[in-house]
């Protein structure tokens, strides 16, 4: 291993790949190859620096001499690349730093610690238990579509204010926009994502007019508010709401089926939660710690140093984009004995799938709350469970986020 205090050039990183079957498979190895270099490390094929050590991305993602806007040099390059639709999502939390950050996070971040917010898990918990309980008595389940997808999609949406029939439109337009945030994006998924923006930012026209007419107790009717006070702009209503609303499922759906394709995986684990619920909680945090929903920080591009910036005893220079690699992170040895091990009683370090600093995932709450009501809901399933996909399990084709395709699973009541 490479001494860490090695003042100095990054090095290179040689032959990483992340976009082959086998690192979709298990990019862990990989990962633990390039924290043993120690420090950041370069990368060539995007010209990136990228941290890998759980001190490392922690330092990198509480710094605030990392900026989410890129040098004007790259930005100006970005405008002649990015359609100019899909770049007003620029104006979200996602891609700003204080003082818009500060402004916007503000505005957003009261109802997901609302009162609110309890009746909306409530009925999440509600849906969770009566898809399980169909799954029962059918024999089987497609745990994607069927479970994460639908409870989640939910949850955001009451939480949102958006009228669950317009939940599967709304699904659509997110999954065809997410890919275009991906490190590099397809270009194939660009031209989805413009059709799929514009088609999300005018129903979001046509819900303002619907709210503004009758307000409701959700952030959506918080928002347009802040926006008649002069508070934000129309395209940050409409570009953090797209956001809140993708990133407010989309992590939720990761977590549920890697939840559930690892206890497939690590039995034991399933029957300790059985046995002691009260560990929900915790096998929350597990499983996000294990299985990250996202494997890079920061989607479309990663964090930009404003000057030289030394980390892990290796100096990065100033206008240089910085890749944190989260999932490498989380299965760092330094802080986490036995990393590959899945163990739902595991205490110590926080993990860094909601991030860390100064951007810190908005709806953290949302996000460890409905894992648990999820923990607790396979906790209380008597059913056994087996999947032909267990060994060969179909990831999405991205590096970003680690996300089932689909997981079957054959269900057989117990007792």
Known sequence: MTDHQDHGTPPSLKDFDPYTPEFRADPYPE?????????????????????????????????????????????????????????????????????DHTRLRNLTRRPFASPRLQGVLADAREAADRILGEARRRGGLEVVDDLAFPVSLQAIGDLLGIPREDLPQLRDWGQAMSPAADIPADPGSIERAVEAFEAFDAYIGRLAERRRAAPGDDLFSSLLEAQSEGLLTRDELHANVILIFISGHETLVAFTASAVLTFLRHPEQLALLRARPELAATAAEEVMRYESPLQLATAGGGRWTAEDIEVGGRVIPADSRV???????????????????????????????????????????????????????????????????????????????????ELPVTVTPLG
């Not at 991205?398 to 996300?403: A, C, G, K, P």
């Open 31 to 99: 990962y633990a190859r390039i924290r043993d270099l120690g420090g950041p490390v370069h990368w060539d094929y995007l010209d990136s620096y990228v941290v890998s050590s759980h001190a490392d991305a922690s330092a990198v993602l509480a710094d605030p001499r990392l900026l989410l806007r890129p040098p004007a040099p790259v930005a100006d390059l970005l405008a002649t690349i990015v359609p100019e639709s899909l770049r007003s999502m620029n104006q979200t939390l996602l891609f700003q730093d204080p003082p």
């Open 323 to 405: 890749l944190t690699f989260i999932g490498a992170a989380n299965r760092d040895p330094a802080v986490y004995p036995d990393p590959d091990r899945f163990d739902i009683t595991r205490s110590g370090a926080r993990h860094l799938a909601l991030g860390h600093g100064l951007h810190y995932c908005l709806g953290a709450a949302l996000a460890k709350q409905q894992g648990t009501l999820m923990m607790e809901a396979l906790a209380a399933w008597p059913v056994a469970l087996e999947s032909e996909a267990v060994d060969r399990p179909q990831w999405l084709p991205l590096f970003m986020q680690r996300r089932l395709a």
